[in-house]
Structure formats: C-alpha cells, structure tokens
C-alpha cells in the first residue's frame, strides 16, 4: 500500500486551493476542541481530585463572591478542635472581579508559616524565607507571572493591593497557578480592605478516618451560634456551585466540540466526493491496469485520512502550543480554571483526526471502488 503514496500525494495536489482549504478548515475545528477540552479537563481536576474531596471549605452563609464573606478568624481555633480535623487555614481572598473574567487577579491571604504546609508549591525563583520576613512579600503562580510580566523583585499593584514578589512557584494543582499568595495579616490591613481579624473561608484538612459530609453539618451546628453562620463543603462542590454559571457554560461547549467533529467530517467529505467525482475515468483505467476494486477503495480513504490527519495534526499542535505558552485561566467570585495543555488532549486531536478521516472517505471510496469500467470510460 506504501507505495502508492506518492500517488494520493499527488491526486490530493492536483487541486491546490481546495486541498490547503480543507485541511486549514480541519485545522481550525481541532484548535478549538482541543480548546474545549482543555476547559473541561479544567473543570474536572478543579472539583474531582481527591485533594478537593478531602478538603472541607466554611464560607459565609448565603455569599456568593469572597468580597462579600466575612468569618471570624478566631472560628479557626474553635474548628480545629473537632473531632476529624487535621488542621485549619484560614484564607483572606480578593479578587479583582467577581464576574467571568480571562484576566482574573485572586490574592490569597494565608498565614506565612501555614502556606508551606498547606500547599504543594514548588518554587521556580526566589525563596520562601523573603516571603515569611516581609509584610508585603507575595509569592506569584506562573501564569499570573508570565501573563503579567512579573519576576522576583518587581512591585505589583492592582486597587489598593500593593506587594513585592518574593518568589514564582507551580504547583501540582493547575488552579494554584493563577493565584498570588499574600501574608495574610498583610491583606487584612490593606486600606479599603477592613478585614483585620477577618477571614473570607477557613480551610479544613481532614485526617483519613473522617466523613466529610458529616463533619461539614457538624461545623455548621457548631458555629450557628456564633455571630456569623456559616454553609460547609467539600471543596469541589464549593467550587462547582461557585462556577455554576461557567460549569453550564462549559456544559454547552461541549456540544461546540461535537459541532466541530461534524465541521471536520463534513469539509474532509465534501472534498473527497469532489475528488472522485474528477477522477472517474482514472479510476476505470486503474482498475483496467489491474487495481481491484478494494485497492481503490483504500486509495480513497488514504486521501481522506491524510487531510484529515494533517490538518487535525496542526491544529492539535498549534492549540497545545498556546495552551503552553500563554497562562490562559478563566476566572469568577475568586476560583479560577487553568487552560493546560496534556498529553490527553494530544492524543484526543490525533484520534479524533483518524476516525473522522475515515469515516469522510466511506462514501466515496464506496463510490469510487464501484465504478464500471465500461460506461466510465464511454461517459468520459
């Protein structure tokens, strides 16, 4: 079958304009699935890993964006002496908008000493021992850093926040790279803030024989007769009712990626019909040299399969490649979801780019590889 490779090469060729354009069309629709899915893989290691499972979030009853929740800081104490509970981060959020935004600014306040504990940040430069010694160090997530132009030393302000970065860091959990850590007594002094002695969530890390659900109506009972109530939950049902407008969105774009597997099929098809609707007559010769109806069955979806294949290849390339580069996250009510690009997302363009190449030549290879020879040759 390889060697009448240069043979497709050359049929595809023979019609330039409509052969670059099917391919870039292919290109175009596997970019943007890729970028569909890489919103969704998103959204799932956001709220399905087992870190969010295990992890409990007391925000203010009945609030929705972190500007608008106000704990206790001292609720910290009272919590972590339930039985269950590992230990207690308060955090202080702010957020630069409480609306979808691709743009979002989210400070976290933590206490400096806890940060280190409480989360698994690898630093890529500076050092956490600036961050624990300075008020107004901040330690930035790579894709706040390279959206933003931002290296060790640099002052960033944004409203009344203003702080020093001390230190760049990744993490295992995409979503932490969006964010920026502050002290958090820091931020609870920050003018316009007036949160001293307030926290916006405290974050619950349970031991491994404690039900979440459970110890999360328990908080709950606890703390009702406190001066503020509270609503209690795993951390992933926190933030899927958080991103409750974005979850319905991505929902609908997964139809988007449906629509664009059809767009693919639909332009490689199109083209392949076109192809062997020219070539009828070529196709009696071949098969009067000796071609068996089944060989020109496979020559046809050769042809399709490598539109296919090379458009849906750079399209797939050319999507993880900005996936990559440039820190995209979407973000709302201070929660954010990484765009990342994955292996998984590689393979889903390559796979989708074979069966749809395919299935786009079914029909006219079928067409092709029952052409009489006789009336082929006469119409022609």
């Known amino acids: 079958m390889f060697r009448f490779t240069p043979y497709v090469i050359k049929s595809l060729w023979r019609h330039q304009a409509r052969t670059l354009l099917t391919v870039s069309g292919a290109a175009v629709a596997l970019f943007v699935l890729c970028f569909v899915g890489s919103v969704q ?3 799932e290691r956001l709220t399905e890993d087992e870190h969010a499972q295990r992890t409990l979030i007391v925000f203010q009853e009945n609030r929705f964006c972190p500007t608008s929740s106000r704990l206790p800081q001292d609720y910290a104490d009272r919590i972590r002496k339930m039985p269950g509970v590992k230990d207690v981060v308060p955090v202080l959020v702010w957020t630069n908008s409480c609306r979808s935004i691709l743009d979002a600014i989210v400070f976290n ?3 400096a000493q806890k940060l280190r504990s409480a989360r698994d940040l690898r630093l890529s430069s500076g050092n956490w021992g600036e961050f624990i010694s300075r008020h107004d160090a901040a330690l930035v997530g790579r894709n706040v850093a390279q959206r933003r132009n931002l290296a060790v030393g640099d002052q960033f302000s944004i409203g009344e926040i203003s702080v020093k970065v001390a230190g760049v860091f990744g993490s295992s959990i995409p979503a932490e790279d969006n964010l920026i850590y502050t002290n958090l007594e820091s ?12 926290v916006t969530q405290h974050e619950v890390h349970l031991t491994d024989d404690a039900e979440p659900d459970a110890l999360a109506r328990a908080i709950d009972e606890a703390l009702r007769a406190g001066p503020v109530a509270t609503t209690t ?6 933030q899927t009712s958080t991103l409750s407008d974005l979850v319905d969105l991505i929902g609908f774009a997964h ?3 449906y629509a664009c597997v059809a767009l693919v099929l639909s332009l490689v098809a199109t083209t392949t019909v076109m192809s062997v609707q020219d070539r009828v007559r070529e196709h009696a010769v071949l098969q009067t040299l000796g071609l068996r109806p089944a060989r020109v069955f496979r020559l046809v979806i050769a042809e399709s399969l490598l539109m296919c294949v090379i458009g849906g290849g750079i399209g797939t390339a050319a999507a993880l490649a900005v996936l990559a580069s440039s820190g ?14 994955s292996w998984q997302l590689g393979a889903l363009g390559i796979a989708v780019s074979l069966v749809v190449g395919v299935l786009a030549g079914l029909v006219p290879a079928f067409q092709a590889a029952r ?3 006789v009336s082929a040759l006469r119409d022609a």
Do not use: C, D, H, M
């Not at 931020?187 to 307030?198: D, F, K, M, S």
């Not at 939950?233 to 926190?238: L, N, Q, T, V």
């Open 41 to 43: 893989e998103g959204l």
């Open 109 to 111: 306040g933590v206490p």
């Open 187 to 198: 931020l609870q002094y920050t003018q316009g803030l007036n949160a001293a002695g307030l």
């Open 233 to 238: 939950r795993r951390k992933g049902a926190f």
């Open 255 to 257: 139809w988007l990626g």
């Open 328 to 341: 995209i996250a979407v973000g709302a009510e201070g929660v954010t979801i990484a765009f990342r690009s």
């Open 371 to 373: 052409t009489q020879i």
